[in-house]
């Protein structure tokens, strides 16, 4: 069930991210930050040990010597700071510092650090927009996340007051698949939800991705898909088709903000959904032919008495359930191969050195 009160605006992401200049950038992480850091943290609390603050300090004479000369060298050498406390940092720096200082490696990966990153909401979105560029094989760095970050959190659509537009993404770290707020399926890992009238009327989900050789950075269109399939006389106030309509407004709204945008082909969406749901029923029909060869005994001993029997009818229908939602798909192929291929005013596609997507480019 979704629930919609979860999701946040666009407006909600406050965080006041800025790029750093390539002098300061080394392997694509945001050290520039360190000394300023350890300038914070230099008077450590109770916890630390006698031996930690004569390392610490000591190390900090070092690293601010090394910093005035220009040598980079005691990035190998801060290993301390991993044994630091999380919530030693956390007092002590904003939530732009703490995701700097997170994203150059400078603290470990620990539970602290984990429950920072997925409960709070801003660190979270900024994590998937960095998650987004790796999980398309593409360059992660600092700057490349934050002008992800900067350019979906000002997008908006000029459709009148009855309009909002909110964000949701994919779980956890997954690049695609269930939403964390609305329990929609997401074919890119940041959704933009439209709503009308405070109600969820259509998805839209993008990837990001940075060419290794080139570093040009790309934002990829991987789903505009009305949340109903009937009730949608929304869709009557837009000047044209609502794929043509909303495909324009990404492209203008992304070029703004200097990046190349493709978009998925009507053959691979196609392609890339039936693969699902024939992978969905190959695992249903085989847990459902080893439950069904399963001896009674086993089965009681496995899942217990009261369970067993409706375990043996979930997997029923759910074999039944994969069968309906392919054939229902198989009967929609052609509407479906139609749907991405509209035309979008003043924009033409043109190919792709990914496969199954078009590079939207100005007529």
């Excluded at 520039?32 to 930690?52: H, M, Q, R, T, Y």
């Excluded at 150059?104 to 979105?125: C, L, M, P, Q, Y």
């Excluded at 040009?216 to 106030?237: D, Y």
């Excluded at 998925?264 to 190959?282: A, F, G, L, P």
Aim: include cysteine; glycine fraction near 4%.
């Amino acid at each position: 069930m979704e629930t919609e009160t979860e999701t946040k605006p666009l407006d909600s992401l406050l965080l006041n991210l800025t790029t750093i200049s390539k002098k300061h950038n080394k392997n694509d992480k945001p050290v520039f930050g360190i000394v300023d850091f350890l300038e914070k943290i230099k008077l450590p609390n109770k916890k630390i040990s006698a031996e930690l603050r004569q390392e610490l300090e000591e190390l900090y004479e070092k690293t601010a010597r090394g910093y005035k000369a220009g040598r980079w060298e005691y990035l190998e050498e801060e290993s301390f700071i991993r044994r630091m406390p999380f919530e030693y940092f956390r007092k002590r720096l904003s939530k732009e510092e703490l995701l700097m200082l997170y994203k150059s490696s400078f603290i470990s990966h620990n539970k602290d650090v984990e429950d920072f990153t997925r409960g709070d909401e801003d660190a979270f979105f900024f994590t998937k927009c960095w998650l987004s560029y790796h999980h398309s094989r593409g360059r992660s760095n600092w700057n490349a996340a934050v002008k992800a970050y900067n350019a979906v959190k000002t997008l908006r659509f000029e459709l009148g007051p009855d309009f909002s537009i909110k964000y949701d993404t994919s779980s956890h770290f997954n690049n695609k698949g269930y939403s964390k707020s609305l329990r929609v399926f997401l074919d890119g890992e940041i959704g933009i939800m439209l709503y009308h009238k405070g109600r969820h009327v259509l998805t839209m989900s993008v990837d990001f991705l940075q060419d290794y050789k080139t570093n040009k950075q790309s934002v990829r269109i991987q789903q505009i898909q009305c949340a109903n399939k009937k009730g949608n006389r929304w869709l009557f106030g837009l000047p044209c088709h609502f794929i043509s309509y909303f495909s324009k407004a990404l492209f203008n709204h992304f070029t703004a903000h200097k990046f190349t945008v493709q978009m998925i082909q009507s053959r691979k969406m196609v392609e890339d959904i039936r693969n699902m749901y024939e992978n969905n029923y190959i695992y249903a029909k085989n847990k459902w032919d080893e439950i069904r060869s399963m001896p009674r005994a086993r089965l009681i001993a496995s899942y217990s008495k009261d369970y067993a029997d409706r375990h043996v009818l979930y997997c029923y229908d759910r074999v039944r359930e994969c069968e309906e939602k392919i054939a229902e798909f198989d009967g929609r192929v052609f509407q479906m191969l139609k749907l991405y291929s509209h035309r979008i005013p003043g924009v033409r596609r043109i190919k792709s050195d990914r496969p199954g997507y078009s590079v939207l480019v100005p007529n």
